[in-house]
């Protein structure tokens, strides 16, 4: 089991508690972004640079997550994708992606998504809290100690 991060957008916060999962767990985790990115030197941890450009992190990640992995992004498309190949999902505020609750999730996105393309303004996205960190971290460890073979 490897953890792959969409890490353009990750959050800072959220990479430190990756970065200590993946001492605690021995367990390889990878950020892929299109900017250099600062790692601490493990041999659990890994940033791959790809070149700028629409969805190429993305598409890195679904080329190279295997299933039983862990994914972490805020990215819903790129979300669906790797969970039709039966890797695991988690957004950064801790959320759960799932068969079962993807769809859902997607038809949500194109919706507001529409509404953004027709000038009418929608909701900013929420500002990131404590509290999102700390559900992060307890779905993390929750899924580290159900998935992780140390």
């Known amino acids: 089991m490897q953890i792959w991060v969409d890490a353009d957008a990750c959050p800072v916060v959220i990479k430190q508690i990756l970065f200590k999962a993946a001492q605690r767990w021995q367990v390889k985790t990878t950020l892929v972004a299109n900017q250099t990115l600062q790692v601490p030197a493990s041999v659990y941890i890994a940033s791959r640079q790809v070149p700028k450009g629409f969805d190429v992190a993305d598409n890195y990640i679904v080329t190279h ?23 695991h999902v988690l957004s950064p505020h801790g959320e759960r ?54």
Do not use: Y
């Open 65 to 87: 997550a295997r299933a039983d992995d862990l994914v972490i992004t805020a990215d819903i498309p790129l979300a669906a994708e790797v969970i039709n190949n039966n890797v």
């Open 97 to 150: 992606h799932t068969k079962d609750t993807i769809s859902e999730r997607l038809t949500m996105r194109d919706m507001m998504q529409e509404l953004r393309d027709m000038g009418i303004e929608t909701s900013k996205q929420k500002e990131f809290s404590m509290a999102d960190r700390k559900t992060f971290a307890n779905q993390l460890d929750k899924f580290l100690s159900a998935n992780s073979k140390r």
